[in-house]
């Protein structure tokens, strides 16, 4: 079973850039597809990013799109969000997921089966 972390999180300005580390333990990142989803207090969690296992296939919210990026190091195993320009509606907690069928193209959280524990990001105005 695979266990996931989050690092990078913390207080910035909009328009500044950051960017959100995930490491992986227990199994290789390449079992699987990855994807970040964030939940804002009182909102639905919504998927940020995610990829297939080969990077083959990648989705943005539209809320992110053209200042997300997600990316992953496998030798680190190690995936990554880079959000740049960032919104005081960006304010969330983030977490990191991954799923078993590292085929699928899919955006949907009930089909991740492994979540980090999340970790704050506030953008201040």
């Known amino acids: 079973q695979v266990q996931l972390e989050e690092f990078g999180g913390g207080l910035v300005q909009a328009g500044d850039s950051l960017g959100l580390s995930c490491v992986a333990s227990?199994?290789?990142?390449?079992?699987?597809?990855v994807g970040w989803f964030r939940q804002a207090p009182g909102k639905e969690r919504e998927c940020v990013a995610a990829?297939?296992?080969?990077?083959?296939?990648?989705y943005y919210g539209d809320t992110v799109k053209g200042r997300a990026t997600i990316s992953r190091d496998h030798v680190k195993n190690t995936v990554y969000l880079q959000l740049n320009s960032l919104k005081p509606e960006d304010t969330a907690v983030y977490y990191c997921?991954?799923?078993?069928?590292?085929?699928?193209?899919?955006?949907?959280?009930?089909?991740?089966?492994?979540w980090g524990q999340g970790i704050q990001v506030t953008v201040s105005s």
């Open positions: 990829e297939d296992w080969s990077g083959g296939w990648a």
């Open positions: 227990g199994r290789s990142l390449t079992d699987y597809g």
């Open positions: 997921a991954v799923r078993e069928n590292r085929f699928s193209e899919t955006y949907n959280a009930y089909e991740y089966e492994y």
